[in-house]
């Protein structure tokens, strides 16, 4: 039997491979690419909650489709971010990109 | 074992290994690819949830658009010098990065094991759409307008950051 | 309900910001005028505030209230009572007699007189709430405009000054907002009403705690020594009229929140703090006459003064009796005047000599015998001399702490002699002696700048003269208090 | 109740000159002789009006020391200070009321002509005013407080007469000094009043007289008596609070024979004589008064015989003189000092117009350059003459009658060693004042210089001044019934028997004076520079003052000035010093902290998980160990 806490270990397990890619990877796609992981982890666990906890209620999946809405948002902001850097640096390196300090 | 259960360890074998290639593949446009890998398992997750409509925007928005969005962003800011398997390296914090997050699992799967949820066994309708767009389009109607309006100020935004700035000066 | 006075005189400035908005910069007449317009409906109201003020009855009058934010219990209040009253006036007055004294201020006049008057606004408004929130947020109105003010249009060393200014009193307001929150939390009785709380009884361990962030927090604006040096500097740097407001009205606001919020709340704690106040306060008063006599910039000998008179301030304060806080208040109010018409004064010759080294003076008295006059009276104002309201203060702030601290009192009393010297060191070098040539070119003071010399003269001599009309206001505003909390009790614990 | 205008209208003695000196102030200031004669006429309604109390109070004798009348307006009433304004009527305030006005008067009609065709004429006169009000609110004071607020006032005025010619340095610095050392007083004087009206909650005489005749705590009677002495010092000019007296010479000449002689320096003396009571309740007090006042009148007499300034000489004459005043009132004779005051105040005030008259005919002041101004200046030189006689104490001139009841007082109260001293003041006395006269007004001319007899309004203030001096001790000497003595006393009155061997003795000794100052300045049988030469380290010693006002100019250049030179010092660098410090280390926390913004987005994003897992396990803690 699949209980809940399979689904939320999954989405913990995703999770976690979306956080690392972000805080390790070295292209500033790539760590786009892993914050969209992190946000489908979040999905599976808000879906997960309303097929369990509340299935009278569908807010889960409500809320899941605000996120993928928010998540096109963020793609495209992030992408078009990314490209104008690109433009001006030539490079995405994120190590490189650190003129935010002091 | 039932279906549901094959499905799932199926579908989750296929997800997190797609999603670990988005991670460990050097190669930029294969990480790309392994991410509609993942998003299509995702999908598949979803349907096992009972989620039909969910599945199918997952498919169309992250599947489709999202990916291919990202395959252009990769298309534009990669250069051509046939060094693309080096695209997609990892930076000074592979290892300290690894250990944060494992511990970090650790704690969620402790809290989730822990936690004692109270099940609901009632089941979900089989047809979500209908039962979506009411709330959707009643309970969430301003969060929906204001989503509606957020995805014009993405859109435009966008252009503007993007945009070539003709004259630097 | 009837006209409302006190919000007239609060909201007189802001409109008068409004009106200035809308003027073209190159209009500076017209803004002036406006300015001087909207001050002087202030100085009307709270003169017509201050007559109608019925004394048999007591207590705070004109009373506005509207809730404001019902969930904290915070109420826009308004009112007045012997203490606040004159201090309204003196404020009144002083902003009006300022905005004559920077007639010929061309640079960026619009925003010159938009920020003080939303300067102007916040002061009023400290002085003329009675709910401790507004208390403290009209305070903060005040401190922000000074900055800029300051920083844009002073002269000398204008980014420290300003910077140190803010930041002092920054941290003192931070004091005391500790202590407000506290206050308010302690009670839980869901109001900053400075009334009701008077009123509630608070253990003497919080009393003291609370009195101690006030004394510090205060202590900063007062300024009392250790924590004075960002007054002089200010002074220093500041243009005319935001030193005769600075120095005159917003030092006042440290004693008069000491009054008001320390004492009244916590008359137990403030005994316990009392001689560490009465201490620090002579040190204030010799020890800042006696830098004042070492100074070589006009305007800094008149910062140190200030100095050294807000210690007569604090003593008054710290000997806790009627007659002492009675002087102490109406020590406020005639530093406010005196000092003011110095600033006014050395803004004067400043604006025409461009120095104000006492060394590059002397015999000025020939040139412009109008500005040595005024500087005179200052003078022997500052010195206390009979006949001049400072004195009515200051002797009654003697009286009333000589009866709880001999030593000290006489002391203090000793501060008169060496403001006598440092005053009259002054004078002499600045006015007195041959005609200098070199000053032969400057004008005496005339047409409108003559305004606030007048004026402020005019309450000097005039209160001097008659202080019941001051004096008995304010013993109307303290003596129910003190009869009530204080007498009771027994000054020290500390030491 | 006593129906006279003079007591009905008291209020109006001190208001009119206030009227006069506002009118000049804001109005005459252009119109010279017009502010002349408004202050003119202010005086002749106050001295019309003393005359009326002092009439009033001879012919009616309800009012005695003893049954004064007051009347007084509260002025402040607060809780725990309640003051007034009023006037307390006896014989002494009558006496005092007719020296100043009467004084005053003539001295405002000799300035109309001393200061002719002076720029600030208008503003001299308004000072004047402003002057006599102050004064005479002073003389009225039924309450101490109000006597500190016109004594203050009067130090204000004569701040600004001195100062009058304030293009000079020298007279700048005069007024400063002045103030400053009045103000030094002025600071014991305000802690005995507040001490007293603590101790006995007012600063009424009358009750205050009742609280201290009642009260038998010595200690306190006093200290409080020593602290209100120190008042008088000041403004008395008594030793070592003198300094600022002869500096203020500096002012217009008629401005020293009016405050710097007869009335303003008068008042610490009659603010002994009013708070009498006080003195007298305490022995000690009444010594250090005595010996105070006897050793100022012989320290000012021994530098008054070197000195050249035809003013300055004057100057210590009055230091001597009011140190003889104090002194009678600290023997215990109310009567003699008051008496000496009046006398005094007559012919100190003409000799200083006859100074006033010389010097603005010659335009000097240095005693050595004048010589035989007598021929060119009648009418000036005889009075100066009288004057001298006066203040010698040669029968039958007014001094001497005072004079001789200061000594006989003393002897008689037995102040032996202050009766020698008075004694010694009074040759030397006689001998500066005829070595003044004989070097100035006799012998040859010393210098080039062309005199003239003053005009008319100068003059006439001199013959009448010199008339009063002759004939003015008439009131009090012994052999006059009802004189001032049955008018002006502490007690009772009385009556010293008049002793013809003292009044002979001090005769000789002023005539001893006289002679030896004849021998050495107009015989010239003694040579002086010869003396002075021979006792050079004394000489100097004493030409210059006793070296005070370099003590106290070295004193306050190098304690008081380095002092405050110190204090900023540490203002600037300690008390500044230490919140610069403050707000160094926030910077350099600051400046050193921010490394730890490296800028890179991973770095952050890894700190801030990391930190997550660490909260939560910090706060997990006790879930994790507890029950679920």
Same mark, same amino acid.
């Given at each position: ?102 | ?47 096992? @949830? ?99 309006? @957020? ?19 | ?495 | ?335 003699? #000092? ?32 004048? #010589? ?257």
């Amino acid at each position: 039997m699949i209980t809940l806490n399979h689904y939320l270990l999954l989405s913990a397990i995703l999770f976690c491979i979306g956080l690392y890619g972000a805080l390790s990877k070295r292209n500033a796609v790539a760590i786009l690419i892993c914050i969209e992981l992190m946000l489908n982890a979040v999905n599976i666990n808000l879906v997960a909650f309303t097929k369990f906890l509340t299935p009278e209620v569908l807010t889960g999946q409500i809320f899941a489709i605000f996120v993928i809405v928010v998540a096109a948002c963020e793609v495209a902001v992030g992408l078009a971010i990314v490209i104008a850097i690109y433009r001006d640096r030539s490079s995405v390196v994120v190590e490189n990109l650190d003129w935010l300090k002091w | 074992m039932d279906y549901q259960v094959i499905a799932f360890w199926l579908l989750s074998f296929i997800t997190l290994g797609s999603a670990l290639s988005v991670v460990f593949f050097t190669n930029i446009v294969h990480s790309a690819l392994a991410l509609i890998v993942t998003f299509l398992g995702i999908a598949g997750i979803y349907l096992t @949830l009972h989620a039909d409509f969910l599945a199918a925007v997952q498919v169309l928005v992250y599947a489709g658009a999202i990916s291919i969005l990202i395959v252009f962003g990769i298309m534009l800011i990669t250069r051509g010098d046939g060094k693309m398997a080096e695209t997609n390296l990892f930076g000074k914090y592979k290892y300290t990065a690894a250990i944060v997050v494992t511990t970090l699992f650790g704690v969620i799967s402790y809290f989730i094991i822990r936690t004692p949820w109270s099940i609901e066994t009632a089941a979900l309708s089989e047809n979500t759409i209908g039962d979506l767009a009411e709330i959707l389009l009643a309970d969430y109607v301003i969060p929906f307008e204001l989503a509606a309006i @957020l995805l014009t100020v993405a859109m435009v935004g966008a252009i503007v950051i993007a945009r070539e700035v003709k004259n630097p000066k | 309900m009837s006209f409302p006075i006190l919000s007239s005189i609060l909201l007189a400035p802001v409109l008068g910001v409004l009106i200035i908005l809308f003027i073209p910069e190159k209009e500076d007449k017209i803004i002036k005028i406006v300015a001087a317009i909207a001050t002087g409906i202030t100085v009307l109201l709270s003169l017509y505030a201050f007559v109608n003020y019925d004394q048999s009855v007591g207590g705070i009058q004109f009373v506005e209230q509207i809730p404001w934010i019902d969930e904290l219990g915070v109420v826009y209040a308004l009112g007045v009572d012997g203490i606040s009253l004159p201090l309204v006036l003196l404020t009144a007055i002083v902003i009006f007699t300022g905005v004559f004294a920077s007639w010929d201020m061309e640079k960026r006049a619009k925003e010159f007189f938009v920020f003080l008057l939303a300067l102007v606004a916040g002061v009023f408004g400290v002085f003329l709430t009675t709910d401790l929130f507004f208390f403290y947020l009209f305070f903060e109105v005040a401190v922000i405009p000074m900055y800029i003010l300051i920083g844009v249009w002073g002269s000398t060393n204008k980014e420290y000054a300003a910077m140190k200014l803010t930041l002092y009193l920054l941290v003192g307001s931070a004091f005391a907002l500790i202590a407000v929150i506290g206050v308010y939390l302690y009670t839980g009785l869901n109001t900053f009403d400075i009334q009701t709380l008077t009123q509630y009884t608070y253990d003497v361990g919080f009393q003291k705690f609370a009195f101690f962030l006030l004394m510090i927090g205060f202590g900063f604006l007062v300024p009392m020594w250790p924590l004075h040096t960002w007054s002089p500097d200010g002074h220093v740097a500041a243009p005319t009229a935001v030193s005769m407001l600075h120095a005159g009205v917003l030092m006042k606001l440290g004693g008069y929140g000491l009054v008001r919020v320390g004492i009244f709340l916590f008359p137990e704690g403030a005994k316990f703090w009392a001689p560490l106040i009465a201490v620090l306060c002579i040190v204030n008063v010799v020890y800042g006459a006696m830098v004042a006599m070492a100074q070589k910039d006009l305007k800094f000998v008149i910062g140190y003064s200030s100095v050294s008179h807000m210690g007569y301030v604090l003593l008054g304060i710290a000997a806790l009796n009627t007659l002492s806080i009675n002087g102490a208040v109406a020590q406020m109010f005639a530093h406010g005047i005196m000092t003011a018409l110095f600033f006014a004064l050395v803004g004067n010759v400043y604006n025409k000599a461009h120095t104000r080294m006492i060394a590059d003076f002397g015999g000025l008295a020939h040139q412009m015998p109008r500005v040595a006059t005024g500087f005179v009276i200052a003078g022997l104002a500052s010195l206390g001399l009979p006949g001049l309201v400072n004195f009515v203060a200051e002797f009654s702030i003697f009286v009333g702490a000589f009866r709880v601290y001999q030593v000290l009192a006489i002391l203090a009393i000793s501060g008169i002699v060496i403001t006598a010297v440092y005053v009259l060191r002054v004078v002499q070098k600045v006015f007195f002696g041959p005609r200098n040539p070199r000053w032969d070119e400057l004008q005496d003071a005339k047409g409108i700048e003559l305004v606030p010399i007048v004026i402020l003269c005019g309450v000097l001599i005039f209160l001097g003269f008659f202080p019941s009309f001051l004096m008995e206001l304010i013993n109307n505003g303290v003596d129910p208090f003190v009869q009530e909390y204080l007498s009771t009790l027994k000054i020290g614990g500390m030491f | 109740m006593i129906e006279s205008i003079g007591l009905n209208y008291i209020w109006l003695v001190p208001l009119a000159p206030l009227v006069a000196f506002i009118l000049i102030t804001f109005l005459f200031k252009r119109f010279k002789m017009l502010s002349a004669l408004t202050a003119i006429f202010s005086m002749v309604i106050s001295f019309w009006l003393s005359l009326d109390i002092v009439k009033t109070i001879l012919t009616d004798h309800s009012i005695t020391m003893n049954s004064p009348l007051e009347k007084a307006v509260p002025w402040l009433n607060m809780n725990g200070l309640f003051i007034e304004m009023g006037a307390l009527i006896d014989p002494l305030t009558a006496g005092m009321l007719f020296v100043v006005t009467f004084i005053s008067l003539l001295v405002m009609v000799y300035s109309v002509g001393y200061m002719h065709g002076d720029p600030g004429f208008s503003r001299f006169f308004s000072y004047l005013a402003l002057f006599v009000f102050s004064m005479l609110g002073l003389v009225i004071a039924n309450n101490y407080f109000q006597m500190f607020v016109f004594w203050e006032l009067v130090g204000l005025s004569s701040y600004l007469l001195i100062g009058f010619y304030f293009y000079k340095d020298s007279a700048a610095q005069a007024n400063k000094k002045a103030f400053i050392t009045n103000r030094v007083a002025d600071f014991g004087f305000m802690i005995g009043i507040i001490i007293l009206y603590l101790y006995f909650g007012t600063f009424n005489f009358a009750e205050l007289a009742k609280g201290i005749s009642s009260s038998s705590d010595l200690a306190f009677l006093t200290l409080a008596g020593i602290l209100v002495f120190i008042g008088p010092i000041g403004k008395s000019g008594q030793f070592p609070l003198h300094v600022w007296l002869p500096d203020a010479m500096e002012g217009p000449t008629p401005v020293s024979a009016l405050i710097h002689a007869a009335t303003m320096v008068a008042a610490g003396v009659y603010l002994l004589a009013r708070g009498f009571i006080l003195f007298a309740s305490s022995t000690t007090a009444m010594t250090v008064v005595a010996y105070l006042g006897g050793w100022t009148a012989l320290f000012a007499a021994t530098i008054a015989i070197t000195q050249r300034d035809f003013k300055r000489i004057l100057a210590f004459s009055t230091l001597s003189q009011l140190g003889y005043m104090v002194m009678a009132i600290g023997v215990g004779s109310l009567t003699a #000092g008051m008496f000496h005051l009046t006398t005094h105040a007559f012919f100190k005030a003409l000799m200083f117009l006859c100074a006033g008259s010389v010097i603005h005919a010659l335009h000097k002041q240095d005693i050595f350059e004048m #010589g035989g101004v007598f021929k060119e200046m009648k009418i000036t030189g005889t009075c100066m003459v009288i004057g001298g006689l006066a203040i010698a104490g040669i029968p039958p001139f007014a001094g001497f009658w005072s004079k001789d009841e200061i000594l006989l007082v003393a002897k008689e109260n037995g102040y032996t060693l202050l009766y020698v001293l008075a004694a010694v003041t009074a040759f030397l006395t006689a001998f500066y004042m005829f070595r003044l006269i004989f070097l100035a007004f006799f012998g040859e001319k010393r210098s080039d210089y062309h005199a003239h007899e003053s005009p008319w309004t100068m003059t006439v203030p001199l013959m009448i001044l010199a008339v009063f001096s002759i004939f003015g001790g008439f009131i009090g000497a012994p052999f006059v019934e009802h004189g001032f003595a049955s008018y002006v006393y502490f007690g009772e009155p009385h009556h010293p028997k008049p002793d013809i061997m003292l009044m002979g003795s001090s005769t000789l000794i002023a005539l001893a004076g006289i002679f030896l100052a004849w021998l050495v300045y107009i015989k010239k049988a003694i040579s002086a520079e010869k003396i002075a030469n021979q006792f050079a380290p004394i000489y100097k010693f004493l030409y210059n003052k006793w070296y005070i006002d370099e003590l106290y100019q070295w004193f306050f250049d190098k304690i008081v000035l380095g002092l405050s030179a110190l204090l900023n010092w540490c203002d600037r660098y300690i008390v500044d010093g230490i919140a610069h410090s403050i707000a160094w280390m926030t910077r350099t926390i600051g400046a050193k902290g921010r490394y730890v913004h490296t800028g890179s987005l991973q770095t952050y994003g890894l700190v801030i998980f990391a930190a997550v897992v660490v909260i939560v396990l910090f706060l997990a803690g006790p879930v994790v160990g507890g029950v679920q």
